[in-house]
T-cell receptor, first 112, second 117 residues
Framework: DGGITQSPKYLFRKEGQNVTLSCEQN?????MYWYRQDPGQGLRLIYY???????QKGDIAEGYSVSREKKESFPLTVTSAQKNPTAFYLC???????????FGPGTRLLVL | DQQVKQNSPSLSVQEGRISILNCDYT??????FLWYKKYPAEGPTFLIS?????DKNEDGRFTVFLNKSAKHLSLHIVPSQPGDSAVYFC????????????????FGTGTRLQVTL
């Protein structure tokens, strides 16, 4: 079964703590993306990666970091510098330009 | 600056009737448009897309219309069914950005559709 998995479904962060959200795909897609969704707002792009070992900042990259060491994996770290991390985080992937992005189920991050 | 706008945050339609969801954009570089459907606590799922070389694309009950001169697109769902109740996001992408493989989508804020019995 091909698809995108995100874990965990819910994540709690303490003040000053870094947390990492997992995103794995077995669709053999080159491109992967991280979005954030806040109530009443559209999806906003945090980071994206065209190919392995390459990634670019999206519209709201401050306070986040990513890595792309493997084609299948694109973890997102929410650092302590991100002052408002509570949101629903969505990972997506696509084969390339103009190709449809397929989304994972999302991770809800809450700050304790 | 919201480059993709969905001005109606919610829409209620009776089962069997037509649902029309609207989307406006400001960036003339956008050339590819998509609609996604999202249920609560789930990721969006792709619904239908349209390239700027077309003005209409149809897939079953779903039709997307593009008016490039007005920078406007709409999604029509006919007939509407209770299972269509969800949030619908419009998204747009420029054609030759980066000359690479990643397509950077810009999303609207979504319209919540409620199909009533």
């Amino acid at each position: 079964d091909g698809g995108i998995t995100q874990s965990p479904k819910y994540l709690f962060r303490k003040e000053g703590q870094n947390v990492t959200l997992s995103c794995e795909q077995n669709l053999n897609h080159d491109a992967m993306y991280w979005y954030r969704q806040d109530p009443g707002q559209g999806l906003r792009l945090i980071y994206y990666s065209q190919i392995v070992n390459d990634f670019q900042k999206g519209d709201i990259a401050e306070g986040y970091s990513v890595s792309r060491e493997k084609k299948e994996s694109f973890p997102l770290t929410v650092t302590s510098a991100q002052k408002n991390p509570t949101a629903f985080y969505l990972c997506a992937s696509s084969t390339g330009l103009y190709e449809t992005q397929y989304f994972g189920p999302g991770t809800r991050l809450l700050v304790l | 600056d919201q480059q993709v706008k969905q001005n109606s945050p919610s829409l209620s339609v009776q089962e069997g009737r037509i649902s029309i969801l609207n989307c406006d954009y400001t960036n003339s570089m956008f050339d590819y448009f998509l609609w996604y459907k999202k249920y609560p606590a789930e990721g969006p799922t792709f619904l239908i897309s349209i390239s700027s070389i077309k003005d209409k694309n149809e897939d079953g009950r779903f039709t997307v219309f593009l008016n490039k001169s007005a920078k406007h697109l709409s999604l029509h769902i006919v007939p509407s069914q209770p299972g269509d109740s969800a949030v619908y996001f419009c998204a747009a992408s420029p054609e030759n950005e980066l000359s690479g493989t990643a397509s950077k989508l810009t999303f609207g804020t979504g319209t919540r559709l409620q199909v009533t019995l």
